[in-house]
């Protein structure tokens, strides 16, 4: 958790708005891309990038961008944490990347304090227009290939899976892991579901 109004991040936040605002103009009105403004900005800046007009960036100083990668018009990047954008990667328009969560402590939003994790987008992936990538979605795919991997034991060693000479039965773990992503979610937008959480989990 952080203040993201500190005298530090204020400073960096003007700089950065200023920075994509001379590129932004320098691509609308003068057809130029003056990649050497995004490489003051960012953290790295790789070969033969490719980066459309309209781009914002909260900070920039977070943000990792590799070798011969596409980012197309409108993009948003909220870089409070890093966030690395691998080679060969494409990304439409009107994309968003924030690597922030909101409290929900009104008390503390109105402190402007944040949560922040990073983002990595590995090499060679594309992602469509309008597209949101969180940090609650990255932890989602996470949650998900956490939920084949059970798949996966139980279908080649259900012997880890059993308890005092029983195997628990399939749908449990299933209904399990399902509250399990549900908690997940509801606490970090309100701690006060963690009790309903944690009763409907042992009421399987």
Not at 54 to 72: D, H, K, P, R, W
Not at 162 to 187: A, R, W, Y
Request: aromatic share 14%.
């Amino acid at each position: 958790m952080f203040n993201s109004q500190t005298d530090k991040l204020t400073v960096l936040k003007a700089q950065a708005q200023d920075i994509c605002r001379k590129y932004n103009n320098k691509i609308n009105f003068e057809n130029k891309y003056d990649y050497s403004l995004l490489s003051s900005l960012f953290k790295n800046l790789g070969d033969n990038p490719y980066i459309e007009s309209n781009f914002y960036c909260e900070l920039g100083t977070n943000i990792s961008f590799g070798n011969n990668s596409f980012l197309n018009h409108d993009a948003t990047i909220v870089d409070y944490a890093p966030v690395k954008i691998g080679n060969n990667v494409n990304i439409a328009p009107k994309v968003g990347i924030y690597t922030t969560i909101y409290l929900d402590d009104p008390k503390l939003r109105k402190q402007h304090y944040l949560l922040a994790a990073p983002i990595i987008i590995e090499d060679g992936v594309w992602i469509g227009g309008h597209a949101v990538k969180t940090l609650l979605s990255v932890l989602a795919a996470l949650l998900q290939e956490i939920f084949q991997l059970i798949q996966w034991l139980l279908e080649i060693q259900p012997e880890l899976f059993v308890k005092s000479t029983l195997m628990i039965n399939h749908k449990k773990i299933h209904d399990m892991f399902l509250h399990l992503v549900n908690f997940f979610f509801l606490f970090s937008f309100n701690r006060h579901w963690t009790f309903i959480f944690l009763s409907n989990l042992f009421l399987i």
